[in-house]
């Protein structure tokens, strides 16, 4: 097992536990306490754990706490991958899209490359990144200005700006956490205002959300439930999740991390996905 793979599945355990201990992590991947020592050192350089005596326990970010986007890449890649491939599904030829700032988003702009006629608006450098380098000649990419933040989004009244006279078919919005009482949330204050003015400038939003955003609350609201038309997340989604968010927006797509492509659906009666 690769480095990355055995830090990823780590991290894992330590979301779903809470804590880990050097010894047991050592005699589970055959390797030595040297080793996972290393690895815990690496994942709590990039504020992804808090290390403690003998082992390690989850970060316990604050409202307002903003990994990089680096760390943030590492976190749940085959829930993303499935999501992404789910929403690119969603995308016509031709059509006028926007990417908010995100992991989940950059592994969408991966499967957009090869769409003809496409024009995405992003303010995510790395979504730009992608469909720059891979995306055809008949594409469009349009990147806002603004601010840049720790998770590599451009943000403030030049991204603001650049959005308003806009008008899009479909936002793919990215999301820092989901509650019931909040709605979509962002550590950001000015990363949720950009994001407001995509959604504004979109006829449909399609909010892309792995199982863990449910219940973390960023200290700025975006949207309430009810303004996505589409959620895109995985089947680990808990099923008070399922319920609050089946009975809030347009319908609630799920998909198998272990399997891109295949979904189900959770229709609401306010309407189908396009």
């Known amino acids: 097992m690769l480095a990355q793979q055995r830090q990823v599945a780590i991290l894992e355990r330590v979301r779903s536990t809470g804590g880990v201990r050097v010894s047991e992590l050592a005699t589970e991947f055959g390797v030595s306490d040297m080793t996972i020592r290393r ?39 085959p829930e993303k991958a499935a999501i992404a491939d789910r929403a690119a599904q969603l995308v016509r030829p031709g059509a006028a899209v926007a990417l908010s700032a995100g992991t989940t988003t950059a592994e969408l702009a991966r499967r957009l490359v090869d769409v003809p006629g496409l024009t ?44 308003r006279s806009l008008h899009l078919d479909l936002l793919f919005l990215g999301v820092h956490g989901i509650t019931e009482r909040a709605g979509f949330t962002t550590p950001n204050l000015m990363e949720a205002e950009t994001d407001r003015a995509l959604v504004a400038a979109a006829d449909r939003l399609v909010v892309l959300a792995d199982h863990t955003k449910w219940g973390t609350v960023g200290i700025s609201s975006i949207v309430e439930l009810a303004a996505a038309h589409v959620l ?16 809030h927006v347009g319908e609630l797509i ?21």
Do not use: Y
């Not at 403690?52 to 680096?70: K, L, Q, R």
């Open 39 to 77: 690895d815990l050192e690496a994942l709590h350089e990039r504020g992804l754990l808090a290390k403690v005596h003998g082992g390690a326990t989850t970060a316990g970010p604050g409202s307002t706490d903003e990994p990089g986007f680096h760390a943030k890449s590492v976190r749940q890649l």
């Open 232 to 247: 895109v997340s995985d089947d680990r989604l808990p099923p008070p999740a399922r319920r609050v968010l089946g009975e």
């Open 254 to 274: 799920m998909v198998k991390a272990t399997g891109a492509g295949r979904a189900t659906r959770t229709p609401t009666s306010e309407g189908t996905a396009p």
């Open 120 to 163: 995405v608006v992003t303010n995510s450098l790395p979504v730009a990144e992608i469909l720059h380098a891979g995306g055809r000649p008949d594409q469009t990419v349009v990147l806002t200005g603004g601010v840049r933040t720790p998770s590599d989004a451009l943000v403030g009244p030049l991204a603001v700006g650049a959005v």
